[in-house]
C-alpha cells in the first residue's frame, strides 16, 4: 500500500513555470508506476505524463510535451512534475497516482489502471 500527498501548486502567469512534487509513504515506493493526472471544472480529468517504477521510461500528453517533464527520486520516495511555460489551459487541479509496476519500462496512461490517489494540489495559470 501507499499513501501520496501532492504539493507546490499556486497562482502563476502566463509563460512562467511551477514544480508540482508527490511525496509517498507505505511500502516499497520504487516498484510503482506513477502517473500525473489534472481536472478542470466540467471536464473529465486526463492524463499528463506518466513514469515508470525506475524512472528510466515517461510518458507525455500532446498537450504538455517539450513543456513539462516528469522524474522521480526513489530515494526521497517523491515523483516531480516540472511545468515550464505554463498556459492558462492548464489550469485544473493536478493529481498523482500509483499502480504497482511490475517490472522496469511499464507505465499506465489511463485513470482506471491507478489504485492509489493523492488529494490533489490547484495550479492557476493567469493571462
Known amino acids: 500500500q501507499v499513501q501520496l500527498v501532492e504539493s507546490g501548486g499556486g497562482l502563476v502567469q502566463a509563460g512562467g513555470s511551477l514544480r508540482v512534487s508527490c511525496a509517498a509513504s507505505?511500502?516499497?515506493?520504487?516498484?510503482?508506476?506513477v502517473g500525473w493526472f489534472r481536472q478542470a471544472p466540467g471536464k473529465e480529468r486526463e492524463i499528463v505524463a506518466a513514469?515508470?517504477?525506475?524512472?528510466?521510461?515517461?510518458y507525455y500528453a500532446d498537450s504538455v510535451k517539450g513543456r513539462f517533464t516528469i522524474s522521480r527520486d526513489n530515494a526521497k520516495d517523491t515523483v516531480y512534475l516540472q511545468m515550464n511555460s505554463l498556459k492558462p489551459e492548464d489550469t485544473a487541479v493536478y493529481y498523482c497516482?500509483?499502480?504497482?509496476?511490475?517490472?522496469?519500462?511499464?507505465?499506465?496512461?489511463?485513470?482506471?489502471?491507478?489504485?492509489?490517489w493523492g488529494q490533489g494540489t490547484q495550479v492557476t495559470v493567469s493571462s
Open positions: 497516482a500509483a499502480k504497482w509496476g511490475y517490472s522496469t519500462g511499464r507505465y499506465y496512461t489511463t485513470a482506471p489502471a491507478y489504485g492509489y
Open positions: 507505505g511500502r516499497t515506493f520504487s516498484s510503482y508506476a
Open positions: 513514469i515508470d517504477r525506475s524512472g528510466g521510461s515517461t
